[in-house]
Structure formats: C-alpha cells, structure tokens
Nanobody, 115 residues
Framework: QVQLVESGGGLVQAGGSLGLSCAVS????????LRWYRQAPGKQREWVAS???????NYADSVQGRFTISRDNAKNTIYLQMNSLKPEDTAVYYC?????????WGQGTQVTVSS
C-alpha cells in the first residue's frame, strides 16, 4: 500500500523559511511526476511545484524564485524548501505522486505565515 507522509510544517514569520518533506512508502512501478499542492482556507487546492522524471522542475508564478522542489530517490522523499514566506503562503500543503492512471496524496501539513 502506498503512503505519503508530509512533515515540516509550522508557524513562521513573514520573510522566514520552512522546509517540507514527504516520505513515500510502498511500490509505485512508474512515476510521472512528483508535486506539491496547497489549500488555503476557503480556497480551492492549487498546484505549487512539480518535478519530473528527468528532474525538470516547474513552479506556480506565485512561488517562482522563492520555493524549491527536490527529491532524494534513495530516501524516497520529496522536499519543498520555502524561502521569503508571505502571509498569503498560509495553507495546508500536500504532496502528490502522479502515476499512470492514478495519483497518490499525503494527508497534508499546515504552514502558517504571520505578518
């Protein structure tokens, strides 16, 4: 059974940094991409960043230049380094693994940025 477990969320002041981790367990024969999403109160879940099979990364305009997605294949872990955080980055952050025919989600970790 595949499980994704996020960690690293918390409370930080505006301008600060946080690093999120997502540990992936279980067998996924083929992965298309690894992604982070977030959902702020009262808003729809939105895509934040993704990293493909060859390491190519993409970011939402709102986080470009501030967030960095990475992975460690040996540890089966996805990371999201968040710098220069803003109050509008406050949300529950979810990691996601996209595979052919389905995708997998973690339970989410809360990030709160105070002004």
């Amino acid at each position: 059974q595949v499980q994704l477990v996020e960690s690293g969320g918390g409370l930080v002041q505006a301008g600060g940094s946080l690093g999120l981790s997502c540990a992936v367990s279980g067998s996924i024969p083929r992965i298309i991409s690894l992604r982070w999403y977030r959902q702020a109160p009262g808003k729809q879940r939105e895509w934040v960043a993704s990293i493909g099979g060859r390491g190519a990364t993409n970011y939402a305009d709102s986080v470009q230049g501030r967030f960095t997605i990475s992975r460690d294949n040996a540890k089966n872990t996805i990371y999201l380094q968040m710098n220069s955080l803003k109050p509008e980055d406050t949300a529950v952050y979810y990691c996601n693994v996209l595979a052919p025919g389905r995708d997998y989600w973690g339970q989410g970790t809360q990030v709160t940025v105070s002004s």
